[in-house]
């Protein structure tokens, strides 16, 4: 059974962000998407 899991992260390009991106990386059935507040500007590179 799937679930449906909010997170939020701040400071994306941080430690915490990497950590969390490397994880998510290595999990096929995970989706991430993305939402960024108050005037940032997304750097996906």
Do not use: N
């Not at 915490?16 to 940032?40: C, I, N, P």
Request: charged share 25%; no cysteine.
């Amino acid at each position: 059974m799937s679930a449906l899991f909010h997170v939020g992260i701040s400071g994306a390009r941080g430690r915490m962000g990497r950590t969390v991106d490397q994880v998510l990386d290595a999990r096929a059935d995970v989706m991430v998407s993305a939402r960024f507040d108050w005037g940032e500007a997304p750097d996906l590179s």
